[in-house]
């Protein structure tokens, strides 16, 4: 069982940066593809970004968002830079049992409980 705890979510203006951390229980995390969701109110949960045990990554957002993990330390880490208002959301981490990534949630074994990014115009 891993438990994954997100941090680092906020109010912040358009334009400006939040760095959200997750960091994961178990010895096993260097092993796992980890992977960045979020959810807006009414909508579905979408893909952010993802990386693999061994740093490839890819994202949805292209420029502004960027995905990094430290294997010492249990954690991935995103950061959002020049943040609009429609990131608006509730942000997840989750785990996969595999080394590669996915970007489908239905692909990811464990989840985190959620942090709130919120960027107002």
């Known amino acids: 069982q891993v438990q994954l705890v997100e941090s680092g979510g906020g109010l912040v203006q358009a334009g400006g940066s939040l760095r959200l951390s997750c960091v994961a229980s178990?010895?096993?995390?260097?092993?796992?593809?980890m992977g960045w969701f979020r959810q807006a109110p009414g909508k579905e949960r979408d893909f952010v970004a993802a990386?693999?045990?061994?740093?490839g990554s890819t994202d949805s957002v292209k420029g502004r968002f960027t995905i990094s993990r430290d294997n010492a330390k249990n954690t991935v880490y995103l950061q959002m830079n020049s943040l609009k208002p429609e990131d608006t959301a509730v942000y997840y981490c989750?785990?996969?049992?595999?080394?590669?990534?996915?970007?489908?949630?239905?692909?990811?074994?464990?989840w985190g409980q959620g942090t709130q990014v919120t960027v107002s115009s």
């Open positions: 178990g010895r096993t995390f260097s092993s796992y593809a």
């Open positions: 990386i693999n045990w061994s740093g």
């Open positions: 989750a785990a996969r049992r595999y080394s590669d990534y996915s970007v489908l949630p239905s692909a990811y074994d464990f």
